[in-house]
Structures are given as structure tokens and as C-alpha cells.
């Protein structure tokens, strides 16, 4: 995604050993990561180590562009699987260089990284949590607030649609759902799914 001439800005290098952490989930970062040789794990951890991976990268590869560009913590934990060698090129010198570029090009570096970011986030989301909890971010996410200060979703896609976007069967979200009403975390049926209880649903999702 980003273009070579990011290279010729200073930049510090960085050896890192097997079983090093290059990069933490959640947590924002002061750098944009350029991975000039190794490779490097995708993932979760849990403690120590990955419980779940996502898969691998190999240099030269930027890692977790997408972040840097939106301003956003990494979604991912990334580990040294092999001996890495990095370039860490600061944000703020990142920052300088997206501002230099025309107005249409940060568009859609933007654009394609806005796509990108909801992709990987839905990729975390299915593997860090459960049924139950994503369907509750889910709601939470797509909820809207009346003026008389309700908040309620309206379903304005089929059931296995969305069943389908949270990495479910249609026949799991409709007993998700149920469940959730019996906890009396929402109510309603049909088209408008009203959230009783928003604190709980976050709890539940972990957000």
C-alpha cells in the first residue's frame, strides 16, 4: 500500500530475536513498521505467546500500514517468528509525508485503508470472540438513539446476511438473539431490535 520512496526517509533499525514482540494489539504506536528481512506472526496473545494466529508476513513488507495511516492502534499482535530486521520510521515524519501528497491521493490511501481496517477488524473479531459477543458488538455498532433517547437497531438486512458478516449460521444468530432477550439485553422482534441494556451488551462484547 505505501510506496517505496517511504524508504528514503530517516529511519531507525531494529534487530529483533525469535520470539520478540514487534508489534502490540490496542496499543498506539510511535512508529510505522517496515520489515526489511525475517518473518513475522500475526495474531492474539494470550500471557506470553500467540493463542491465535492470522497468519504470517515476510519482509520487506510494511506492517500494519492501515493503522498508521488511520491514526489508529495496531489490531493485531505481531511476534518475530524468525530473525526480523525492522526500519522504524517515526509517525510524525509519516504524518508529514501523507500531508505532502495531493488531497486526492490522501483520499484514497485513506479510502483503501478504511476497507482494509473493517476487513481485519471483522478477521479479529471472529477469532477473538464468541458468538454472543460479537452479535453484541455488532448491535452496539449499528444501534442509533431516537430523540426520546432510545436505542434500538433496525435489521435492514436479511438474517443470514448478517449471520454471514459475524461468521455464524443463520440458525446460531437466531438463538444468539433469543438469548439475549432472555438476559433482557434487547427486546423486540421483527425489524427493530430495541437494546435494553447498552452497558451490559458492551460488557459482553469486551468494548
Known sequence: ML???LL???????????GGVVLRRTVMGDAVVH???GRIALGLMDGEGLTHLLGTVVGPFWLEATAAILGRPSLVDAVAETPVVLRRLPLLDF?????SLPESAQVVLRDVATAHWQQAELAVSRLAKDAEARCAEWLLRHAQTSAQGAVAVMLQQRKRLIAAQLGIAPETLSRV????????LISGSGRVVNLVDPIGLRSLAGV
Open 177 to 184: 438473539l433469543r438469548h439475549l432477550r432472555e438476559r433482557s
Open 35 to 37: 520489515v526489511e528481512s
Open 95 to 99: 504524518a508529514a509525508w501523507m500531508n
Open 8 to 18: 528514503n526517509l530517516p529511519a531507525r533499525r531494529v534487530s529483533v530475536e525469535p
Open 3 to 5: 510506496p517505496n520512496e
